[in-house]
């Protein structure tokens, strides 16, 4: 069979079939392409400012390697006067990190970036080789992740950025939303999911003289959507120089069971990366919003949703199923209706039940507020009805119970960074490695 050519410019023969469209295309035209996308993905979004400076998040492994390289050519394509510089951390792991580092100075001088290296060793006194050694293989990653995100932070407050860019792509993010799922943590969906990841408390965390802590950070995801696999092949076509030996200490790690899960998603369906990802975005609007700040008409009415909202539909159906496991705790029966409005709904419930059933309605009478103070005398005689009045105090207390804790985020009495309690989590950690020898503290600059 001859070979095909490709769809976009049907001269030079295709090379590449996408997973996200299924189009083949030839390599030129791939990573064309794949720039053209994450140059959408920024503009649409506003990612940057006009001559701002920002740090890339660098490891030396493939997806920062080519967010470097895209951001690079961009800059200069689409003229945004960006002031790039490298941010890497040095967790110290002998045999891995070392060895990714080296392949980050190649990198730098390549792309003529200045390079910044912060390590744990430096920030905490700890590097994750003795973490390791002190806890065990089980739950490193717990405290390499904290770690690693306020050493972001803190690296690029060094620098005098107030905005960091990582490579996080589609992969890692449908990964992440699984396991929020699996956890039951939905109130992370939002930031996993959200291309900017910004510090809410920005405005008040700025010191007198301007300059950038490491408090008020802009974090955002330019290859949000971007599958791996073409991470792969832009850095492939290019040329890029990465380094692709995965962490010594990642296969005990919860991601791995979800990157399998997601793996083997793929093979059957390979837009279904794609869609885990929308589909988090879509339930994460339906959970309040961090530091309490919940849209007003949910805070009125103790509801997580709303039918005008995006998945209204689901909010109202659980919030159906709330009510009547309420009527069935309380004895009341559940009457089944055809679909219509809300609003209806509300206006007519009562009058419907009124007009509908006989008994319910003498009892009633009886009972100026409607409710049947003598459940167990008529209940051989009265066929189920559950009135307003009766299900909006429980439905309402009921929804209450189910909301997820609203954080209010301030700052650890320690070290300065955001922290919802009191101490960080860094900090709490800190603190338990430290029981064995003499305490080291985090400090500020």
């Known amino acids: 069979m001859a070979p095909r050519e490709c769809e976009i410019c049907q001269n030079n023969r295709a090379q590449i079939l996408r997973p996200k469209n299924h189009a083949r295309i030839c390599a030129p035209c791939f990573t064309a392409l794949f720039e053209q996308e994450v140059a959408e993905t920024i503009e649409s979004s506003n990612l940057f400012q006009p001559g701002e400076r920002v740090a890339i998040g660098a490891s030396g492994g493939k997806d920062s390697t080519v967010l470097a390289s895209v951001l690079k050519t961009l800059n200069e394509r689409q003229k ?11 967790e110290g792991i002998t045999g891995y990190r070392d060895h990714s580092l080296e392949a980050v100075k190649r990198n730098a001088a390549d792309l003529d970036l200045p390079l910044k290296i912060v390590s744990y060793q430096e920030l905490y006194g700890w590097s994750m080789d003795q973490v390791v050694a002190q806890i065990g293989k089980k739950g490193n990653c717990t405290y390499c992740g904290v770690f690693r995100r306020q050493a972001l932070d803190r690296g690029a407050a060094m620098l005098g950025v107030g905005h960091v860019v990582t490579g996080h792509n589609a992969d890692d993010v449908a990964e992440t939303v699984l396991m929020n799922l699996l956890r039951g943590d939905l109130p992370r969906l939002s930031r996993a999911t959200s291309i900017v990841t910004s510090t809410p408390s920005a405005a008040k965390a700025k010191s007198a003289d301007g300059k950038v802590t ?139 039940a009124h007009s509908r059933e006989t008994v319910a309605l003498k009892a009633a009478n009886d009972h100026p507020d409607g409710q049947n103070h003598d459940r167990d005398q008529l209940a051989p005689v009265t066929l189920p009805t559950r009135t307003k009045m009766k299900q909006k105090p429980a439905g309402r207390g009921a929804e209450k119970r189910t909301l997820p804790p609203k954080q209010k985020l301030g700052q650890c009495e320690k070290c300065g960074y955001l922290s919802s309690q009191a101490v960080c989590k860094a900090c709490m950690l800190l603190e338990g490695l430290n029981k064995a020898r003499p305490h080291t503290g985090i400090e500020v600059g």
């Open 214 to 352: 490491m408090t008020n950070v802009k974090r955002s995801k330019p290859m949000i959507y971007a599958y791996e696999k073409e991470i792969v092949m832009y850095a492939h076509h290019k040329k890029l120089d990465y380094f692709s030996t995965e962490c010594i200490y990642s296969p005990e790690a919860f991601r791995g069971s979800a990157r399998t899960l997601i793996k083997n998603l793929e093979r059957i369906r390979p837009e279904s990366i794609l869609d885990v990802v929308k589909s988090g975005m879509d339930m994460a609007r339906l959970v309040p919003q961090e530091q309490g700040a919940v849209p007003e008409e949910v805070e009125m009415t103790g509801r997580c949703g709303d039918a005008k909202e995006s998945g209204g539909e689901m909010a109202a159906m659980e919030r159906k199923l709330q009510q009547d496991e309420v009527a069935a705790t309380n004895g009341i029966g559940v009457e089944i209706q055809l679909p219509r409005s809300s609003k209806n709904d509300r206006e007519l419930g009562s009058a419907h």
């Open 80 to 90: 945004w006067g960006l002031d790039l510089v490298l941010l890497s951390i040095d």
